[in-house]
């Protein structure tokens, strides 16, 4: 399975592949950051995140697209921000017949570490474990999107719904 992962923002939109091989083993393909300007138009910012989401879906060819489902945030800016980069990450995979999963941020924590609670550094730590990373990615937003993608392999291969 091929997963390419988001986790979303408007101002730095992770973006990783992470793909499980026939022996189970989950590797890292791709683990960057989408980058707009603040001071650019709003919808332009979204443009840009769709079309680059389009440009991994068109390279990367996953079989589905999973994205952090938005929590709520104290800064409603922000978070109406970060849910519209979903968005516009969501129509791109629909558009191609892909399928959409979300999964929370605790969720991805619980699956990578064992602890809904860890902390960044903890899922950075499991995130090059698990993937046999030298180093791990950064921004936080790659290591963050890679969690998210191990997350999703793991719980669809042990028949947890998504």
């Not at 707009?36 to 709003?42: C, F, G, L, R």
């Not at 104290?74 to 995979?93: F, P």
Request: glycine share 8%; hydrophobic share 45%; with cysteine.
């Amino acid at each position: 399975m091929r997963v390419l992962a988001v986790d979303p923002g408007l101002t730095r939109c992770g973006v990783a592949v992470v793909e499980t091989r026939l022996d189970g083993r989950t590797r890292a393909l791709v683990a960057e950051v989408i980058r707009t300007d603040p001071d650019a138009d709003h919808a332009d910012r979204l443009g840009a995140v769709f079309e680059a989401i389009t440009s991994y879906l068109d390279s990367c060819e996953p079989d589905v697209l999973v994205v952090e489902r938005v929590f709520s945030q104290n800064n409603v800016r922000s978070a109406m921000g970060t849910a519209q980069a979903a968005a516009v990450c969501m129509l791109a995979a629909n558009q191609r017949g892909l399928p959409v999963h979300q999964h929370t941020p605790t969720e991805v924590k619980a699956a990578v570490t064992g602890s809904g609670r860890a902390d960044k550094a903890q899922v950075a730590f499991m995130v090059g474990r698990i993937l046999g990373l030298h180093d791990v990615p950064k921004p936080a937003d790659a290591t963050d999107a890679l969690a998210l993608g191990i997350c999703h392999v793991w719980r669809s291969r042990t028949g947890v719904r998504a």
